[in-house]
């Protein structure tokens, strides 16, 4: 049964009287298997709930409420029954790849369907048996984020150590006739899934469209705490401009037959190979910029739009501010931000931090650690009076990086204000100019180690 964890001030579950430990018995005189059951059940605008209390006291709650109006709680576990774990030994994982001392949460291997339903994970399909992507039709699951790696059947089995994952096709085919979008994803790994086993894998896929709606093609993240894993190594800067070039065939074949581009290349790629990002044109709808896929040219196209409201002159008599960045956004960072230095008043200065916690292939911002940003910066901040952190480095709804650092230890050993501001353009400009009132609302980013496999 969903057991809650905590009730949010102000909430409807706090008007009922819920509380922290109470479990739903059943919603209108139905059972909640899981969290897909209760968001079905509590989209209905009149509700019958049955609660069992933490002390074991039976209540029957009526309630009415707007269709898009929650309980306002957080439950116990993510999807109320047990979280369906990875059975997969993939042998790109990136939590074989991290510290033996991190903390427990960051080694959980989910693969499962419903987190991709409600929060866009990307789940294998190797643990859904046939009755449950039955249920995902049924229930109009869509869209789904599936990882598919290669659609070459024994590739697949070996790249992920999992019998079953040679299925994927069947599975796709399934999904697709009922009309179940899916966001695909291809993680490269050099002589294993590219060359014309990209090929193989794009030809499978596209005849899908728009059922299947994208493929992104991202690089392999490799850590430094690789130790008797796979024998396996990062893309070149040669291999990285080949596999946008192949990509660039493949979108003018098929923007004319679909409409679409239908597969991109992660941003990696063009800052490996130290091309430019193509126009917003090329990204069809952005439909994976959570995987790392068009976020520089939404950076980029964001500034422009916003430049022209940038006052060329300092409402204070000096502001010095410093932003923190990973080695991968440097560049675009630098190269839009440098215009600022015009206004009167203001200087700026990008300080990339090189990942020595992870290992210096792994290059993007959202895996930066408290203490590499610590033990890099001390000494180097005297011409600083404030200096930015990106949201996207730090744990959701806390201000934790992934060591466990807080963010006000960083204000503590670093002799600056710290101010943490959306990982957008808006939110770099604008507490760059010391606009913080006046941001939008914190879009703040899992950091979670599944993420970082696809986009390190």
Same mark, same amino acid.
């Given at each position: ?26 919603? +209108? ?115 789904? +984020? ?32 009922? +009309? ?277």
């Amino acid at each position: 049964m969903p057991r809650i964890r905590t009730v949010h001030p102000g909430s409807l579950a706090e008007e009922l009287e819920l509380a922290a430990g109470d479990e739903i018995v059943t919603i +209108n005189g139905q059972p909640v298997k899981d969290i897909v059951d209760l968001q079905f059940a509590l989209a209905a605008e009149e509700l019958e709930i049955e609660v069992k209390k933490a002390d074991g006291e039976q209540w029957v709650l009526e309630v009415e409420k707007s269709y898009d109006e929650g309980l306002g709680v957080e439950w116990e576990h993510p999807t109320v029954d047990r979280i369906k774990l990875c059975h997969n030994k993939c042998v790109f994982c990136f939590v074989d790849q991290i510290p033996t001392n991190m903390r427990q949460t960051l080694n959980v291997r989910d693969d499962d369907y419903r987190l991709s339903f409600l929060h866009g994970n990307f789940v294998t399909l190797t643990n859904v048996k046939d009755e449950e992507l039955q249920r995902i039709v049924d229930l109009k699951m869509s869209p789904l +984020n599936v990882s598919v790696h290669t659609t070459n059947p024994e590739l697949r089995v070996r790249m992920l150590g999992n019998k079953r994952s040679g299925e994927i096709l069947r599975q796709i085919a399934f999904l697709a006739s009922h +009309n179940i979008e899916m966001n695909t994803q291809v993680v490269l790994c050099p002589e294993w899934n590219d060359g014309e086993e990209l090929d193989r894998t794009i030809r499978d896929l596209y005849p899908y469209f728009p059922a299947v709606r994208t493929l992104s093609v991202v690089p392999v993240g490799l850590t430094k705490h690789r130790r008797g894993l796979h024998k396996m190594r990062a893309c070149t800067p040669d291999e990285a401009k080949r596999v946008i070039e192949q990509i660039a065939i493949w979108q003018e074949k098929l923007l004319p037959e679909l409409g679409a581009s239908f597969v991109h290349a992660a941003d990696e790629f063009y800052v490996l190979a130290g091309a430019e990002v193509p126009p917003a044109s090329h990204y069809d709808d952005f439909a994976q910029t959570e995987n790392g896929v068009g976020v520089i040219r939404t950076f980029l196209d964001e500034f422009e739009e916003i430049w022209p409201q940038v006052p060329r002159k300092l409402a204070s008599d000096t502001r010095r501010v410093g932003i923190v960045t990973g080695v991968s956004a440097e560049q675009t960072i630098r190269k839009s931000l440098a215009r600022l230095n015009d206004v009167r008043g203001l200087s700026v200065k990008v300080f990339p931090v090189v990942n020595d916690f992870y290992g210096h292939n792994v290059t993007v911002t959202g895996l930066l650690t408290g203490q590499d940003i610590v033990r890099q910066l001390q000494g180097q901040l005297a011409d600083i009076d404030t200096l930015l952190l990106p949201d996207i480095m730090l744990k959701d709804d806390e201000d934790v990086f992934l060591d466990d650092y807080t963010v006000d230890r960083v204000r503590a050993e670093l002799p600056v204000e710290v101010a943490v501001v959306p990982a957008t353009a808006t939110g770099l400009l604008y507490g760059t100019l010391g606009y913080t009132q006046s941001l939008p609302p914190r879009r703040r980013y899992e950091a979670t180690l599944q993420a970082a496999r696809h986009l390190a």
